[in-house]
């Protein structure tokens, strides 16, 4: 199995990557997300609590996308590989996951973060903002709190990975179709490593 992290700051282009990886890889896309809108769209009492904290720009319990993760994991037995896009955001969600795959014989291959400057996310997020209608992402306030619980919470999620040899930096800024070539490169020189 080949699985990749797809790490970086909010509006670093984890979700437009996704998509284009998820199909040239065929991967199995899980975005925590993505499944955290679905889950406030159909009104669950579950998506209720989660919307309360991301409206704020707070992450959303550990429990809570910890267990969404792993019942995916249980629903997909025959992927040949996933694309986590959002998550693990904290240290305690690394290390779940790690158990969760150990517990499939499989790990995780590479992490690959995307690297942006903070202006040019808080640019990014309320141009989105402006078609979106997704409320954390309309006002400059709560795109900033979200940042900062990027780099309290999740820079650590980085360190985790570095300290496995699992960790490539990728220059985030440009256009998406030049991004999306450099991601490539990088996972074709692992690929060709691990097979
Ligand atoms: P997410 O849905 O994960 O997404 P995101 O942070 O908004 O950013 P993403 O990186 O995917 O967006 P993209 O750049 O593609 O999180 C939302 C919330 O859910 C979190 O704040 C949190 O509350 C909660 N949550 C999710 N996962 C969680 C977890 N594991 N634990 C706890 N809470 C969790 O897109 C941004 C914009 O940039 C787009 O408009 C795009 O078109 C544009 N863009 C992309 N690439 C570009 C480029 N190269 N140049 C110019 N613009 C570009």
């Given at each position: 199995m080949f699985n990749i992290i797809l790490f970086g700051?909010?509006?670093?282009?984890k979700g437009t990557q996704s998509e284009k990886l998820v199909m040239k890889y065929r991967l199995k896309h899980l975005s925590t997300g993505d499944i955290l809108r679905s889950e406030i769209y159909e009104q669950t009492a579950l998506g209720m609590e989660a919307k309360k904290l991301m409206d704020k720009g707070f992450l959303v319990p550990d429990e809570v996308v910890i267990g969404m993760i792993s019942s995916l994991l249980d629903a997909n037995p025959k992927a040949h590989g996933f694309l986590f896009d959002?998550?693990?955001?904290t240290s305690a969600q690394a290390e779940a996951l790690d158990k969760l795959l150990q517990l499939k014989k499989t790990s995780i291959s590479v992490m690959l973060a995307l690297k942006v400057g903070e202006e040019e996310l808080v640019k990014r997020l309320l141009k989105r903002g402006q078609t979106s209608g997704r409320p954390d992402d309309n006002n400059d306030s709560v795109i900033r709190e979200r940042i900062l619980e990027y780099h309290k919470k999740t820079t650590p999620v980085a360190d985790h990975y570095k300290k496995e040899n699992k960790a490539i930096m990728v220059n985030?800024?440009?256009?998406v179709d030049e991004i999306f070539k450099a991601l490539c490169k990088e996972i074709e020189s692992r690929i060709n490593e691990i097979l």
């Open positions: 700051p909010p509006g670093s282009g959002g998550f693990p955001r985030g800024e440009g256009s």
